[in-house]
């Protein structure tokens, strides 16, 4: 009898999958069992618990592929004010990929105990506006909140290193410990490479420690994709249907960045996106 299943750990070639409340390692045995598809982290499985192995694999909702991660419904964009100082740059670029891999974003601010009044007051403007667009954001003084959005969610974090992700997953759940480091010891470390992934399970939700894209990874979309991954963009109705919104004329968004209703670091970053 097959039962179905979520992988929660892949080790080089053992794969544990959570059926209810039970946690059974299988293998892929045969080397040409998985030839179609490769079973990952986030699958929803068939298996077949006597003999220990995977029948198959259901379909994904979606999947990323740095570390290999699937069916995920949230990133958490941990982003700090300081140490490393803010980046509205990197913020939109990982909205923007999130998005166009059909991923709720969530931003989830850091390190505020380290922000001027100033960049304290500028905070509450972004996040404002960030909100206005449908984007939650948090911060890691209110886990508990966050806590409550993440409920039966498979999450996934992202932001440059040292922002705070692994303190913000030790945050979430007391019992792990996960390791974290000052910047320069991260950068100083040189590429670490992850053979094992594995969701954590905290209460009621998943959560994996390493974002399963690269930051870079937005020169590898389409101008079409960025261009509705700025949300705020779409529901504008441009003079010309293929405005790129660079300077057509009758530009609705040029002219709500003009009016102040689009926030010129989000016009910015879209034109320097679009350009890469
Ligand atoms: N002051 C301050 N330091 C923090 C905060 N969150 C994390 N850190 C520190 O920032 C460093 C990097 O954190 P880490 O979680 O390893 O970052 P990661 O690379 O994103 O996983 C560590 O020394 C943490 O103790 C915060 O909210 N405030
Ligand atoms: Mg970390
Ligand atoms: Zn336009």
Do not use: W
């Not at 594995?198 to 979309?221: A, Q, R």
């Amino acid at each position: 009898m097959l039962s179905e299943g979520l992988i929660i750990k892949v080790n080089s070639d053992t794969f544990t999958v959570k059926v209810d409340d039970k946690y059974i390692d299988t293998k892929a045995r045969g080397k040409n069992r998985f030839e179609k598809i490769k079973p990952i982290v986030g699958d929803k499985v068939l298996v077949d618990i006597e003999k220990s192995v995977i029948e198959s694999v259901l379909e994904r909702r979606n999947s990323l592929s740095r570390p290999p991660v699937a069916n995920i419904d949230i990133a958490l964009i941990v982003t700090s004010l300081k140490k490393p100082e803010l980046s509205l740059s990197l913020l939109d670029r990982l909205i923007s990929i999130v998005t166009i891999n059909k991923i709720e974003p969530v931003i989830v601010f850091t390190k505020m105990d380290l922000a001027t009044r100033v960049d304290l007051k500028d905070l509450k403007k972004l996040t404002k506006y960030y909100e206005s667009i449908g984007i939650k954001v948090f911060n890691n003084k209110k886990v508990r909140k966050l806590k409550k959005y993440l409920k039966n969610k498979i999450v996934t974090v992202c932001g440059q290193t040292g922002a705070g992700k692994s303190t913000l997953i030790n945050k979430l759940d007391k019992h792990l410990n996960l390791e974290t480091k000052e910047i320069s010891d991260a950068l100083g470390r040189g590429v670490h490479t992850t053979r094992i992934v594995e969701l954590f399970e905290i209460e009621n939700f998943y959560i994996v420690d390493t974002p399963g894209f690269s930051s870079v990874d937005i020169n590898t979309y389409s101008l079409d994709e960025i261009k509705t991954s700025f949300i705020e963009f779409n529901n504008l109705e441009c003079k010309f249907k293929d405005c790129k919104h660079e300077k057509e004329i009758g530009c609705k968004v040029i002219e709500e960045v003009n009016n102040g209703n689009i926030l010129k670091s989000r016009y910015e970053n879209y034109l320097r996106f679009i350009k890469e």
